[in-house]
């Protein structure tokens, strides 16, 4: 799984553009399952297990990240962009870009000793920021970077501190990396998986994906806000990192059947696997369309904590993916045979 | 020389103000090839290059901006101050190395509270440096072990090429500037010279100029020129306050500075056809121009600016033609045995 998040480390899918990790996934998953791409780019793969399933189970992690795409190009040479999801503008400034074509830029700011102490604190709006890719003038940034493009922060994957890791992306590359770990793995019962895209900017292929599927139940693998850092009252810190999965009951975009809450708790307990409930409604994501799809679907998500998401530095521990990993396996036998 | 590989080594090596050692020793050892060169106790690098003639002295500071370590939490977090102009916009979820005991070097991250725990206020607002702290992924008894109040923290390193043989990376202020009088005292091996030549690579200019002023005072030249990076035009900044990328060498002309030689700098650059720009303050200039104009009984003093955007911050960017430029203009000067 590690060597697989520290591939897609080098690949840049931002929302919209996932094709490049979408062809790395099938290139990982190809000699054991099927699969086929939907209309709107999502991946879906059915893999047999040991036994037929009793009910159709799918499990969805999303391919595409959070990002920024090029708007306007200034006379200056300098870019414009908009943010593909929600990315902190504080988390912004100062930062290197790569582009989906491999140009390089850095995000600029203007020089601290020029401010005034009032703006020495002031976030910026992000239509205020801007990239340099060393352009000279509007006509050399837009042949190296068109309008549209997209990019996001500089490549990374690396172990930090103790039993943790730090990239951008995880959020939700390790959904990926779990997925594709147990589909090259013998299941016991046979199970969908939906790879989707574009969920950062509403959890749109998601919608496509459980259409096509029609699943029974789903489990969403997602990476989620573990704000258990310094300064912060327990009460808030929503999960924390090497404590298990977060599992939902409730988030922004969907309130979660108590049963398959109840149920993950149980099956985390009885296999003595650690999960942890995610304690706080806040967030979103595929789940909020699965749930509505077709005749509706009973859907779960399992997230592994992740520090300073949707910046250059997510932070995970190692030991939270391989508990969500067994969690969500043995989760998705549980409902296949229920 | 190649000047981006020089700059690249440069930068590699650490040396935050007031622990320089690891800059100094690199930046010593390339100066080493040509001339005597020693690391003092000040931290600064001296190199000197006895001849006929008066003193002339380059210098370029080594030190760098970064944080420096005040506690290490209960919690494993590491709290700090500013070592220097740190810029606070850029340290959420930024990249950090700590220098810790015995010079092992510890990844960090500065922490970013996600936007959900913020009130309305906050979003609009960084956090003061106070607020913040760094992440090493530690429990308190394993970061008490490498880490420890006093350690230096920088930026991590970030090294990459732009269009127009412009680069991104982090302390280019003044490593650039280390560079390019490399790069002169390279274009001057083997020529003949009618002075003395004095290289200065001074500590703790970014906090107390220290380096600086004992440097200029221990060797006392007859004139100095100082290299330093200035700010380039970017957008939200004045054009009257910035010079421009790839516009050449910024001559520096301040009531500080000695006409005499910002003059002559002129005419060299006009008559060597070495591209230039200038630039005028009102005052002193915040560079160790300041510090070493005032040394001892005085020194006859030049400044010489790298125009550099995003100053103090990870991405440094500055072109690389202009870096060239500073140091013909450099050597030029010294051939001319300056204004004594």
Do not use: W
Request: net charge negative.
């Amino acid at each position: 799984m590690l060597e697989l998040l520290k591939q897609m480390a080098e690949i840049t899918a931002v929302s919209g553009k996932e094709g490049v990790l979408r062809d790395l996934i099938i290139e990982q998953i190809k000699p054991f399952a099927e699969y086929e791409i939907d209309p709107l780019g999502n991946l879906l793969v059915r893999k047999k297990g040991r036994r037929k399933a009793k009910n159709k189970v799918m499990l969805a992690a999303h391919m595409d990240e959070v990002g920024i795409i090029v708007t306007y190009a200034e006379k200056s040479g300098f870019l414009r962009f908009a943010t593909v999801g929600g990315i902190d503008p504080k988390v912004l400034i100062g930062r290197e870009v790569v582009f989906e074509n491999g140009t390089r830029g850095v995000t600029g700011l203007s020089p601290v000793h020029l401010l005034k102490d009032s703006e020495k604190d002031a976030v910026p709006e992000i239509s205020s920021l801007y990239i340099d890719i060393g352009a000279e003038n509007d006509e050399q940034a837009l042949s190296a970077v068109p309008l549209g493009t997209r990019g996001t922060f500089r490549e990374k994957f690396e172990y930090f501190g103790d039993g943790l890791i730090a990239g951008r992306a995880l959020d939700d590359r390790i959904g990926v990396a779990l997925m594709v770990d147990i589909i090259r793995s013998e299941i016991e019962y046979d199970l969908h998986f939906a790879f989707t895209v574009q969920e950062e900017v509403g959890a749109r292929g998601a919608a496509a994906a459980a259409f096509s599927v029609a699943p029974d139940y789903a489990i969403v693998l997602e990476a989620t806000t573990a704000a258990d850092i310094i300064d912060v009252p327990e009460h808030r810190t929503v999960c924390a990192l090497k404590n298990g999965p977060a599992v939902s009951f409730m988030d922004h975009s969907t309130v979660y059947p108590m049963e398959l809450y109840d149920l993950a708790m149980k099956v985390a307990k009885d296999n003595g696997i650690k999960a942890q409930p995610k304690a706080a409604v806040a967030g979103g994501n595929d789940a909020g369309s699965i749930h509505k799809s077709g005749k509706g679907v009973k859907a779960i998500t399992l997230s592994v904590p992740c520090r300073y998401i949707h910046s250059q530095n997510c932070v995970a521990a190692v030991q939270d993916m391989e508990s969500a990993r067994a969690l969500a396996e043995k989760l998705a036998a549980e409902l296949a045979n229920a | 020389m190649d000047i981006k590989n020089i700059l690249e080594k440069l930068i590699s090596s650490k040396g935050v103000s007031g622990n320089e050692a690891l800059a100094a020793n690199t930046a010593a050892e390339i100066l080493a090839d040509y001339m005597p060169t020693e690391i003092q106790s000040s931290g600064n690098v001296v190199g000197f290059l006895d001849g006929e003639g008066p003193i002339i002295m380059l210098e370029a500071h080594l030190d760098q901006i970064g944080l420096i370590v005040t506690d290490i939490d209960k919690s494993g977090f590491i709290r700090f101050a500013k070592c220097g102009g740190a810029d606070m916009r850029v340290l959420p979820a930024a990249d950090v190395t700590i220098v810790g005991k015995d010079g092992v070097e510890i990844d960090g991250i500065v922490i970013s509270t996600p936007p959900h725990l913020a009130k309305d206020e906050d979003k609009k607002k960084f956090k003061q440096i106070e607020d913040l702290a760094i992440d090493v992924g530690l429990c308190y008894e394993d970061a008490l072990k490498v880490i420890r109040p006093g350690d230096r923290v920088t930026y991590k390193k970030a090294f990459g090429s732009l269009m127009n043989n412009r680069l991104y990376g982090t302390s280019f202020d003044d490593r650039a500037g280390v560079a390019a009088v490399l790069k002169a005292v390279d274009l001057l091996k083997g020529q003949k010279l009618n002075c003395k030549l004095c290289v200065l690579f001074a500590a703790l200019e970014e906090t107390t100029g220290g380096g600086a002023a004992v440097g200029a005072f221990a060797h006392q030249p007859d004139e100095s020129i100082s290299v330093d990076v200035s700010f380039a035009e970017s957008p939200g900044v004045p054009e009257h306050k910035t010079g421009k990328l790839g516009s050449g060498a910024m001559i520096g002309i301040a009531p500080t500075l000695d006409d005499e030689i910002s003059g002559k700098l002129i005419k060299i650059a006009r008559t060597k056809k070495i591209k230039y720009q200038t630039e005028v303050m009102g005052g002193q200039t915040s560079t160790n121009a300041d510090k070493i104009s005032v040394a001892g009984r005085g020194v006859k003093t030049g400044l010489i600016s790298i125009p550099l955007r995003n100053m103090h911050s990870a991405v440094e960017v500055l072109q690389l033609d202009d870096v060239e430029a500073v140091a013909q203009l450099l050597a030029e000067y010294v051939l001319s045995k300056g204004v004594m």
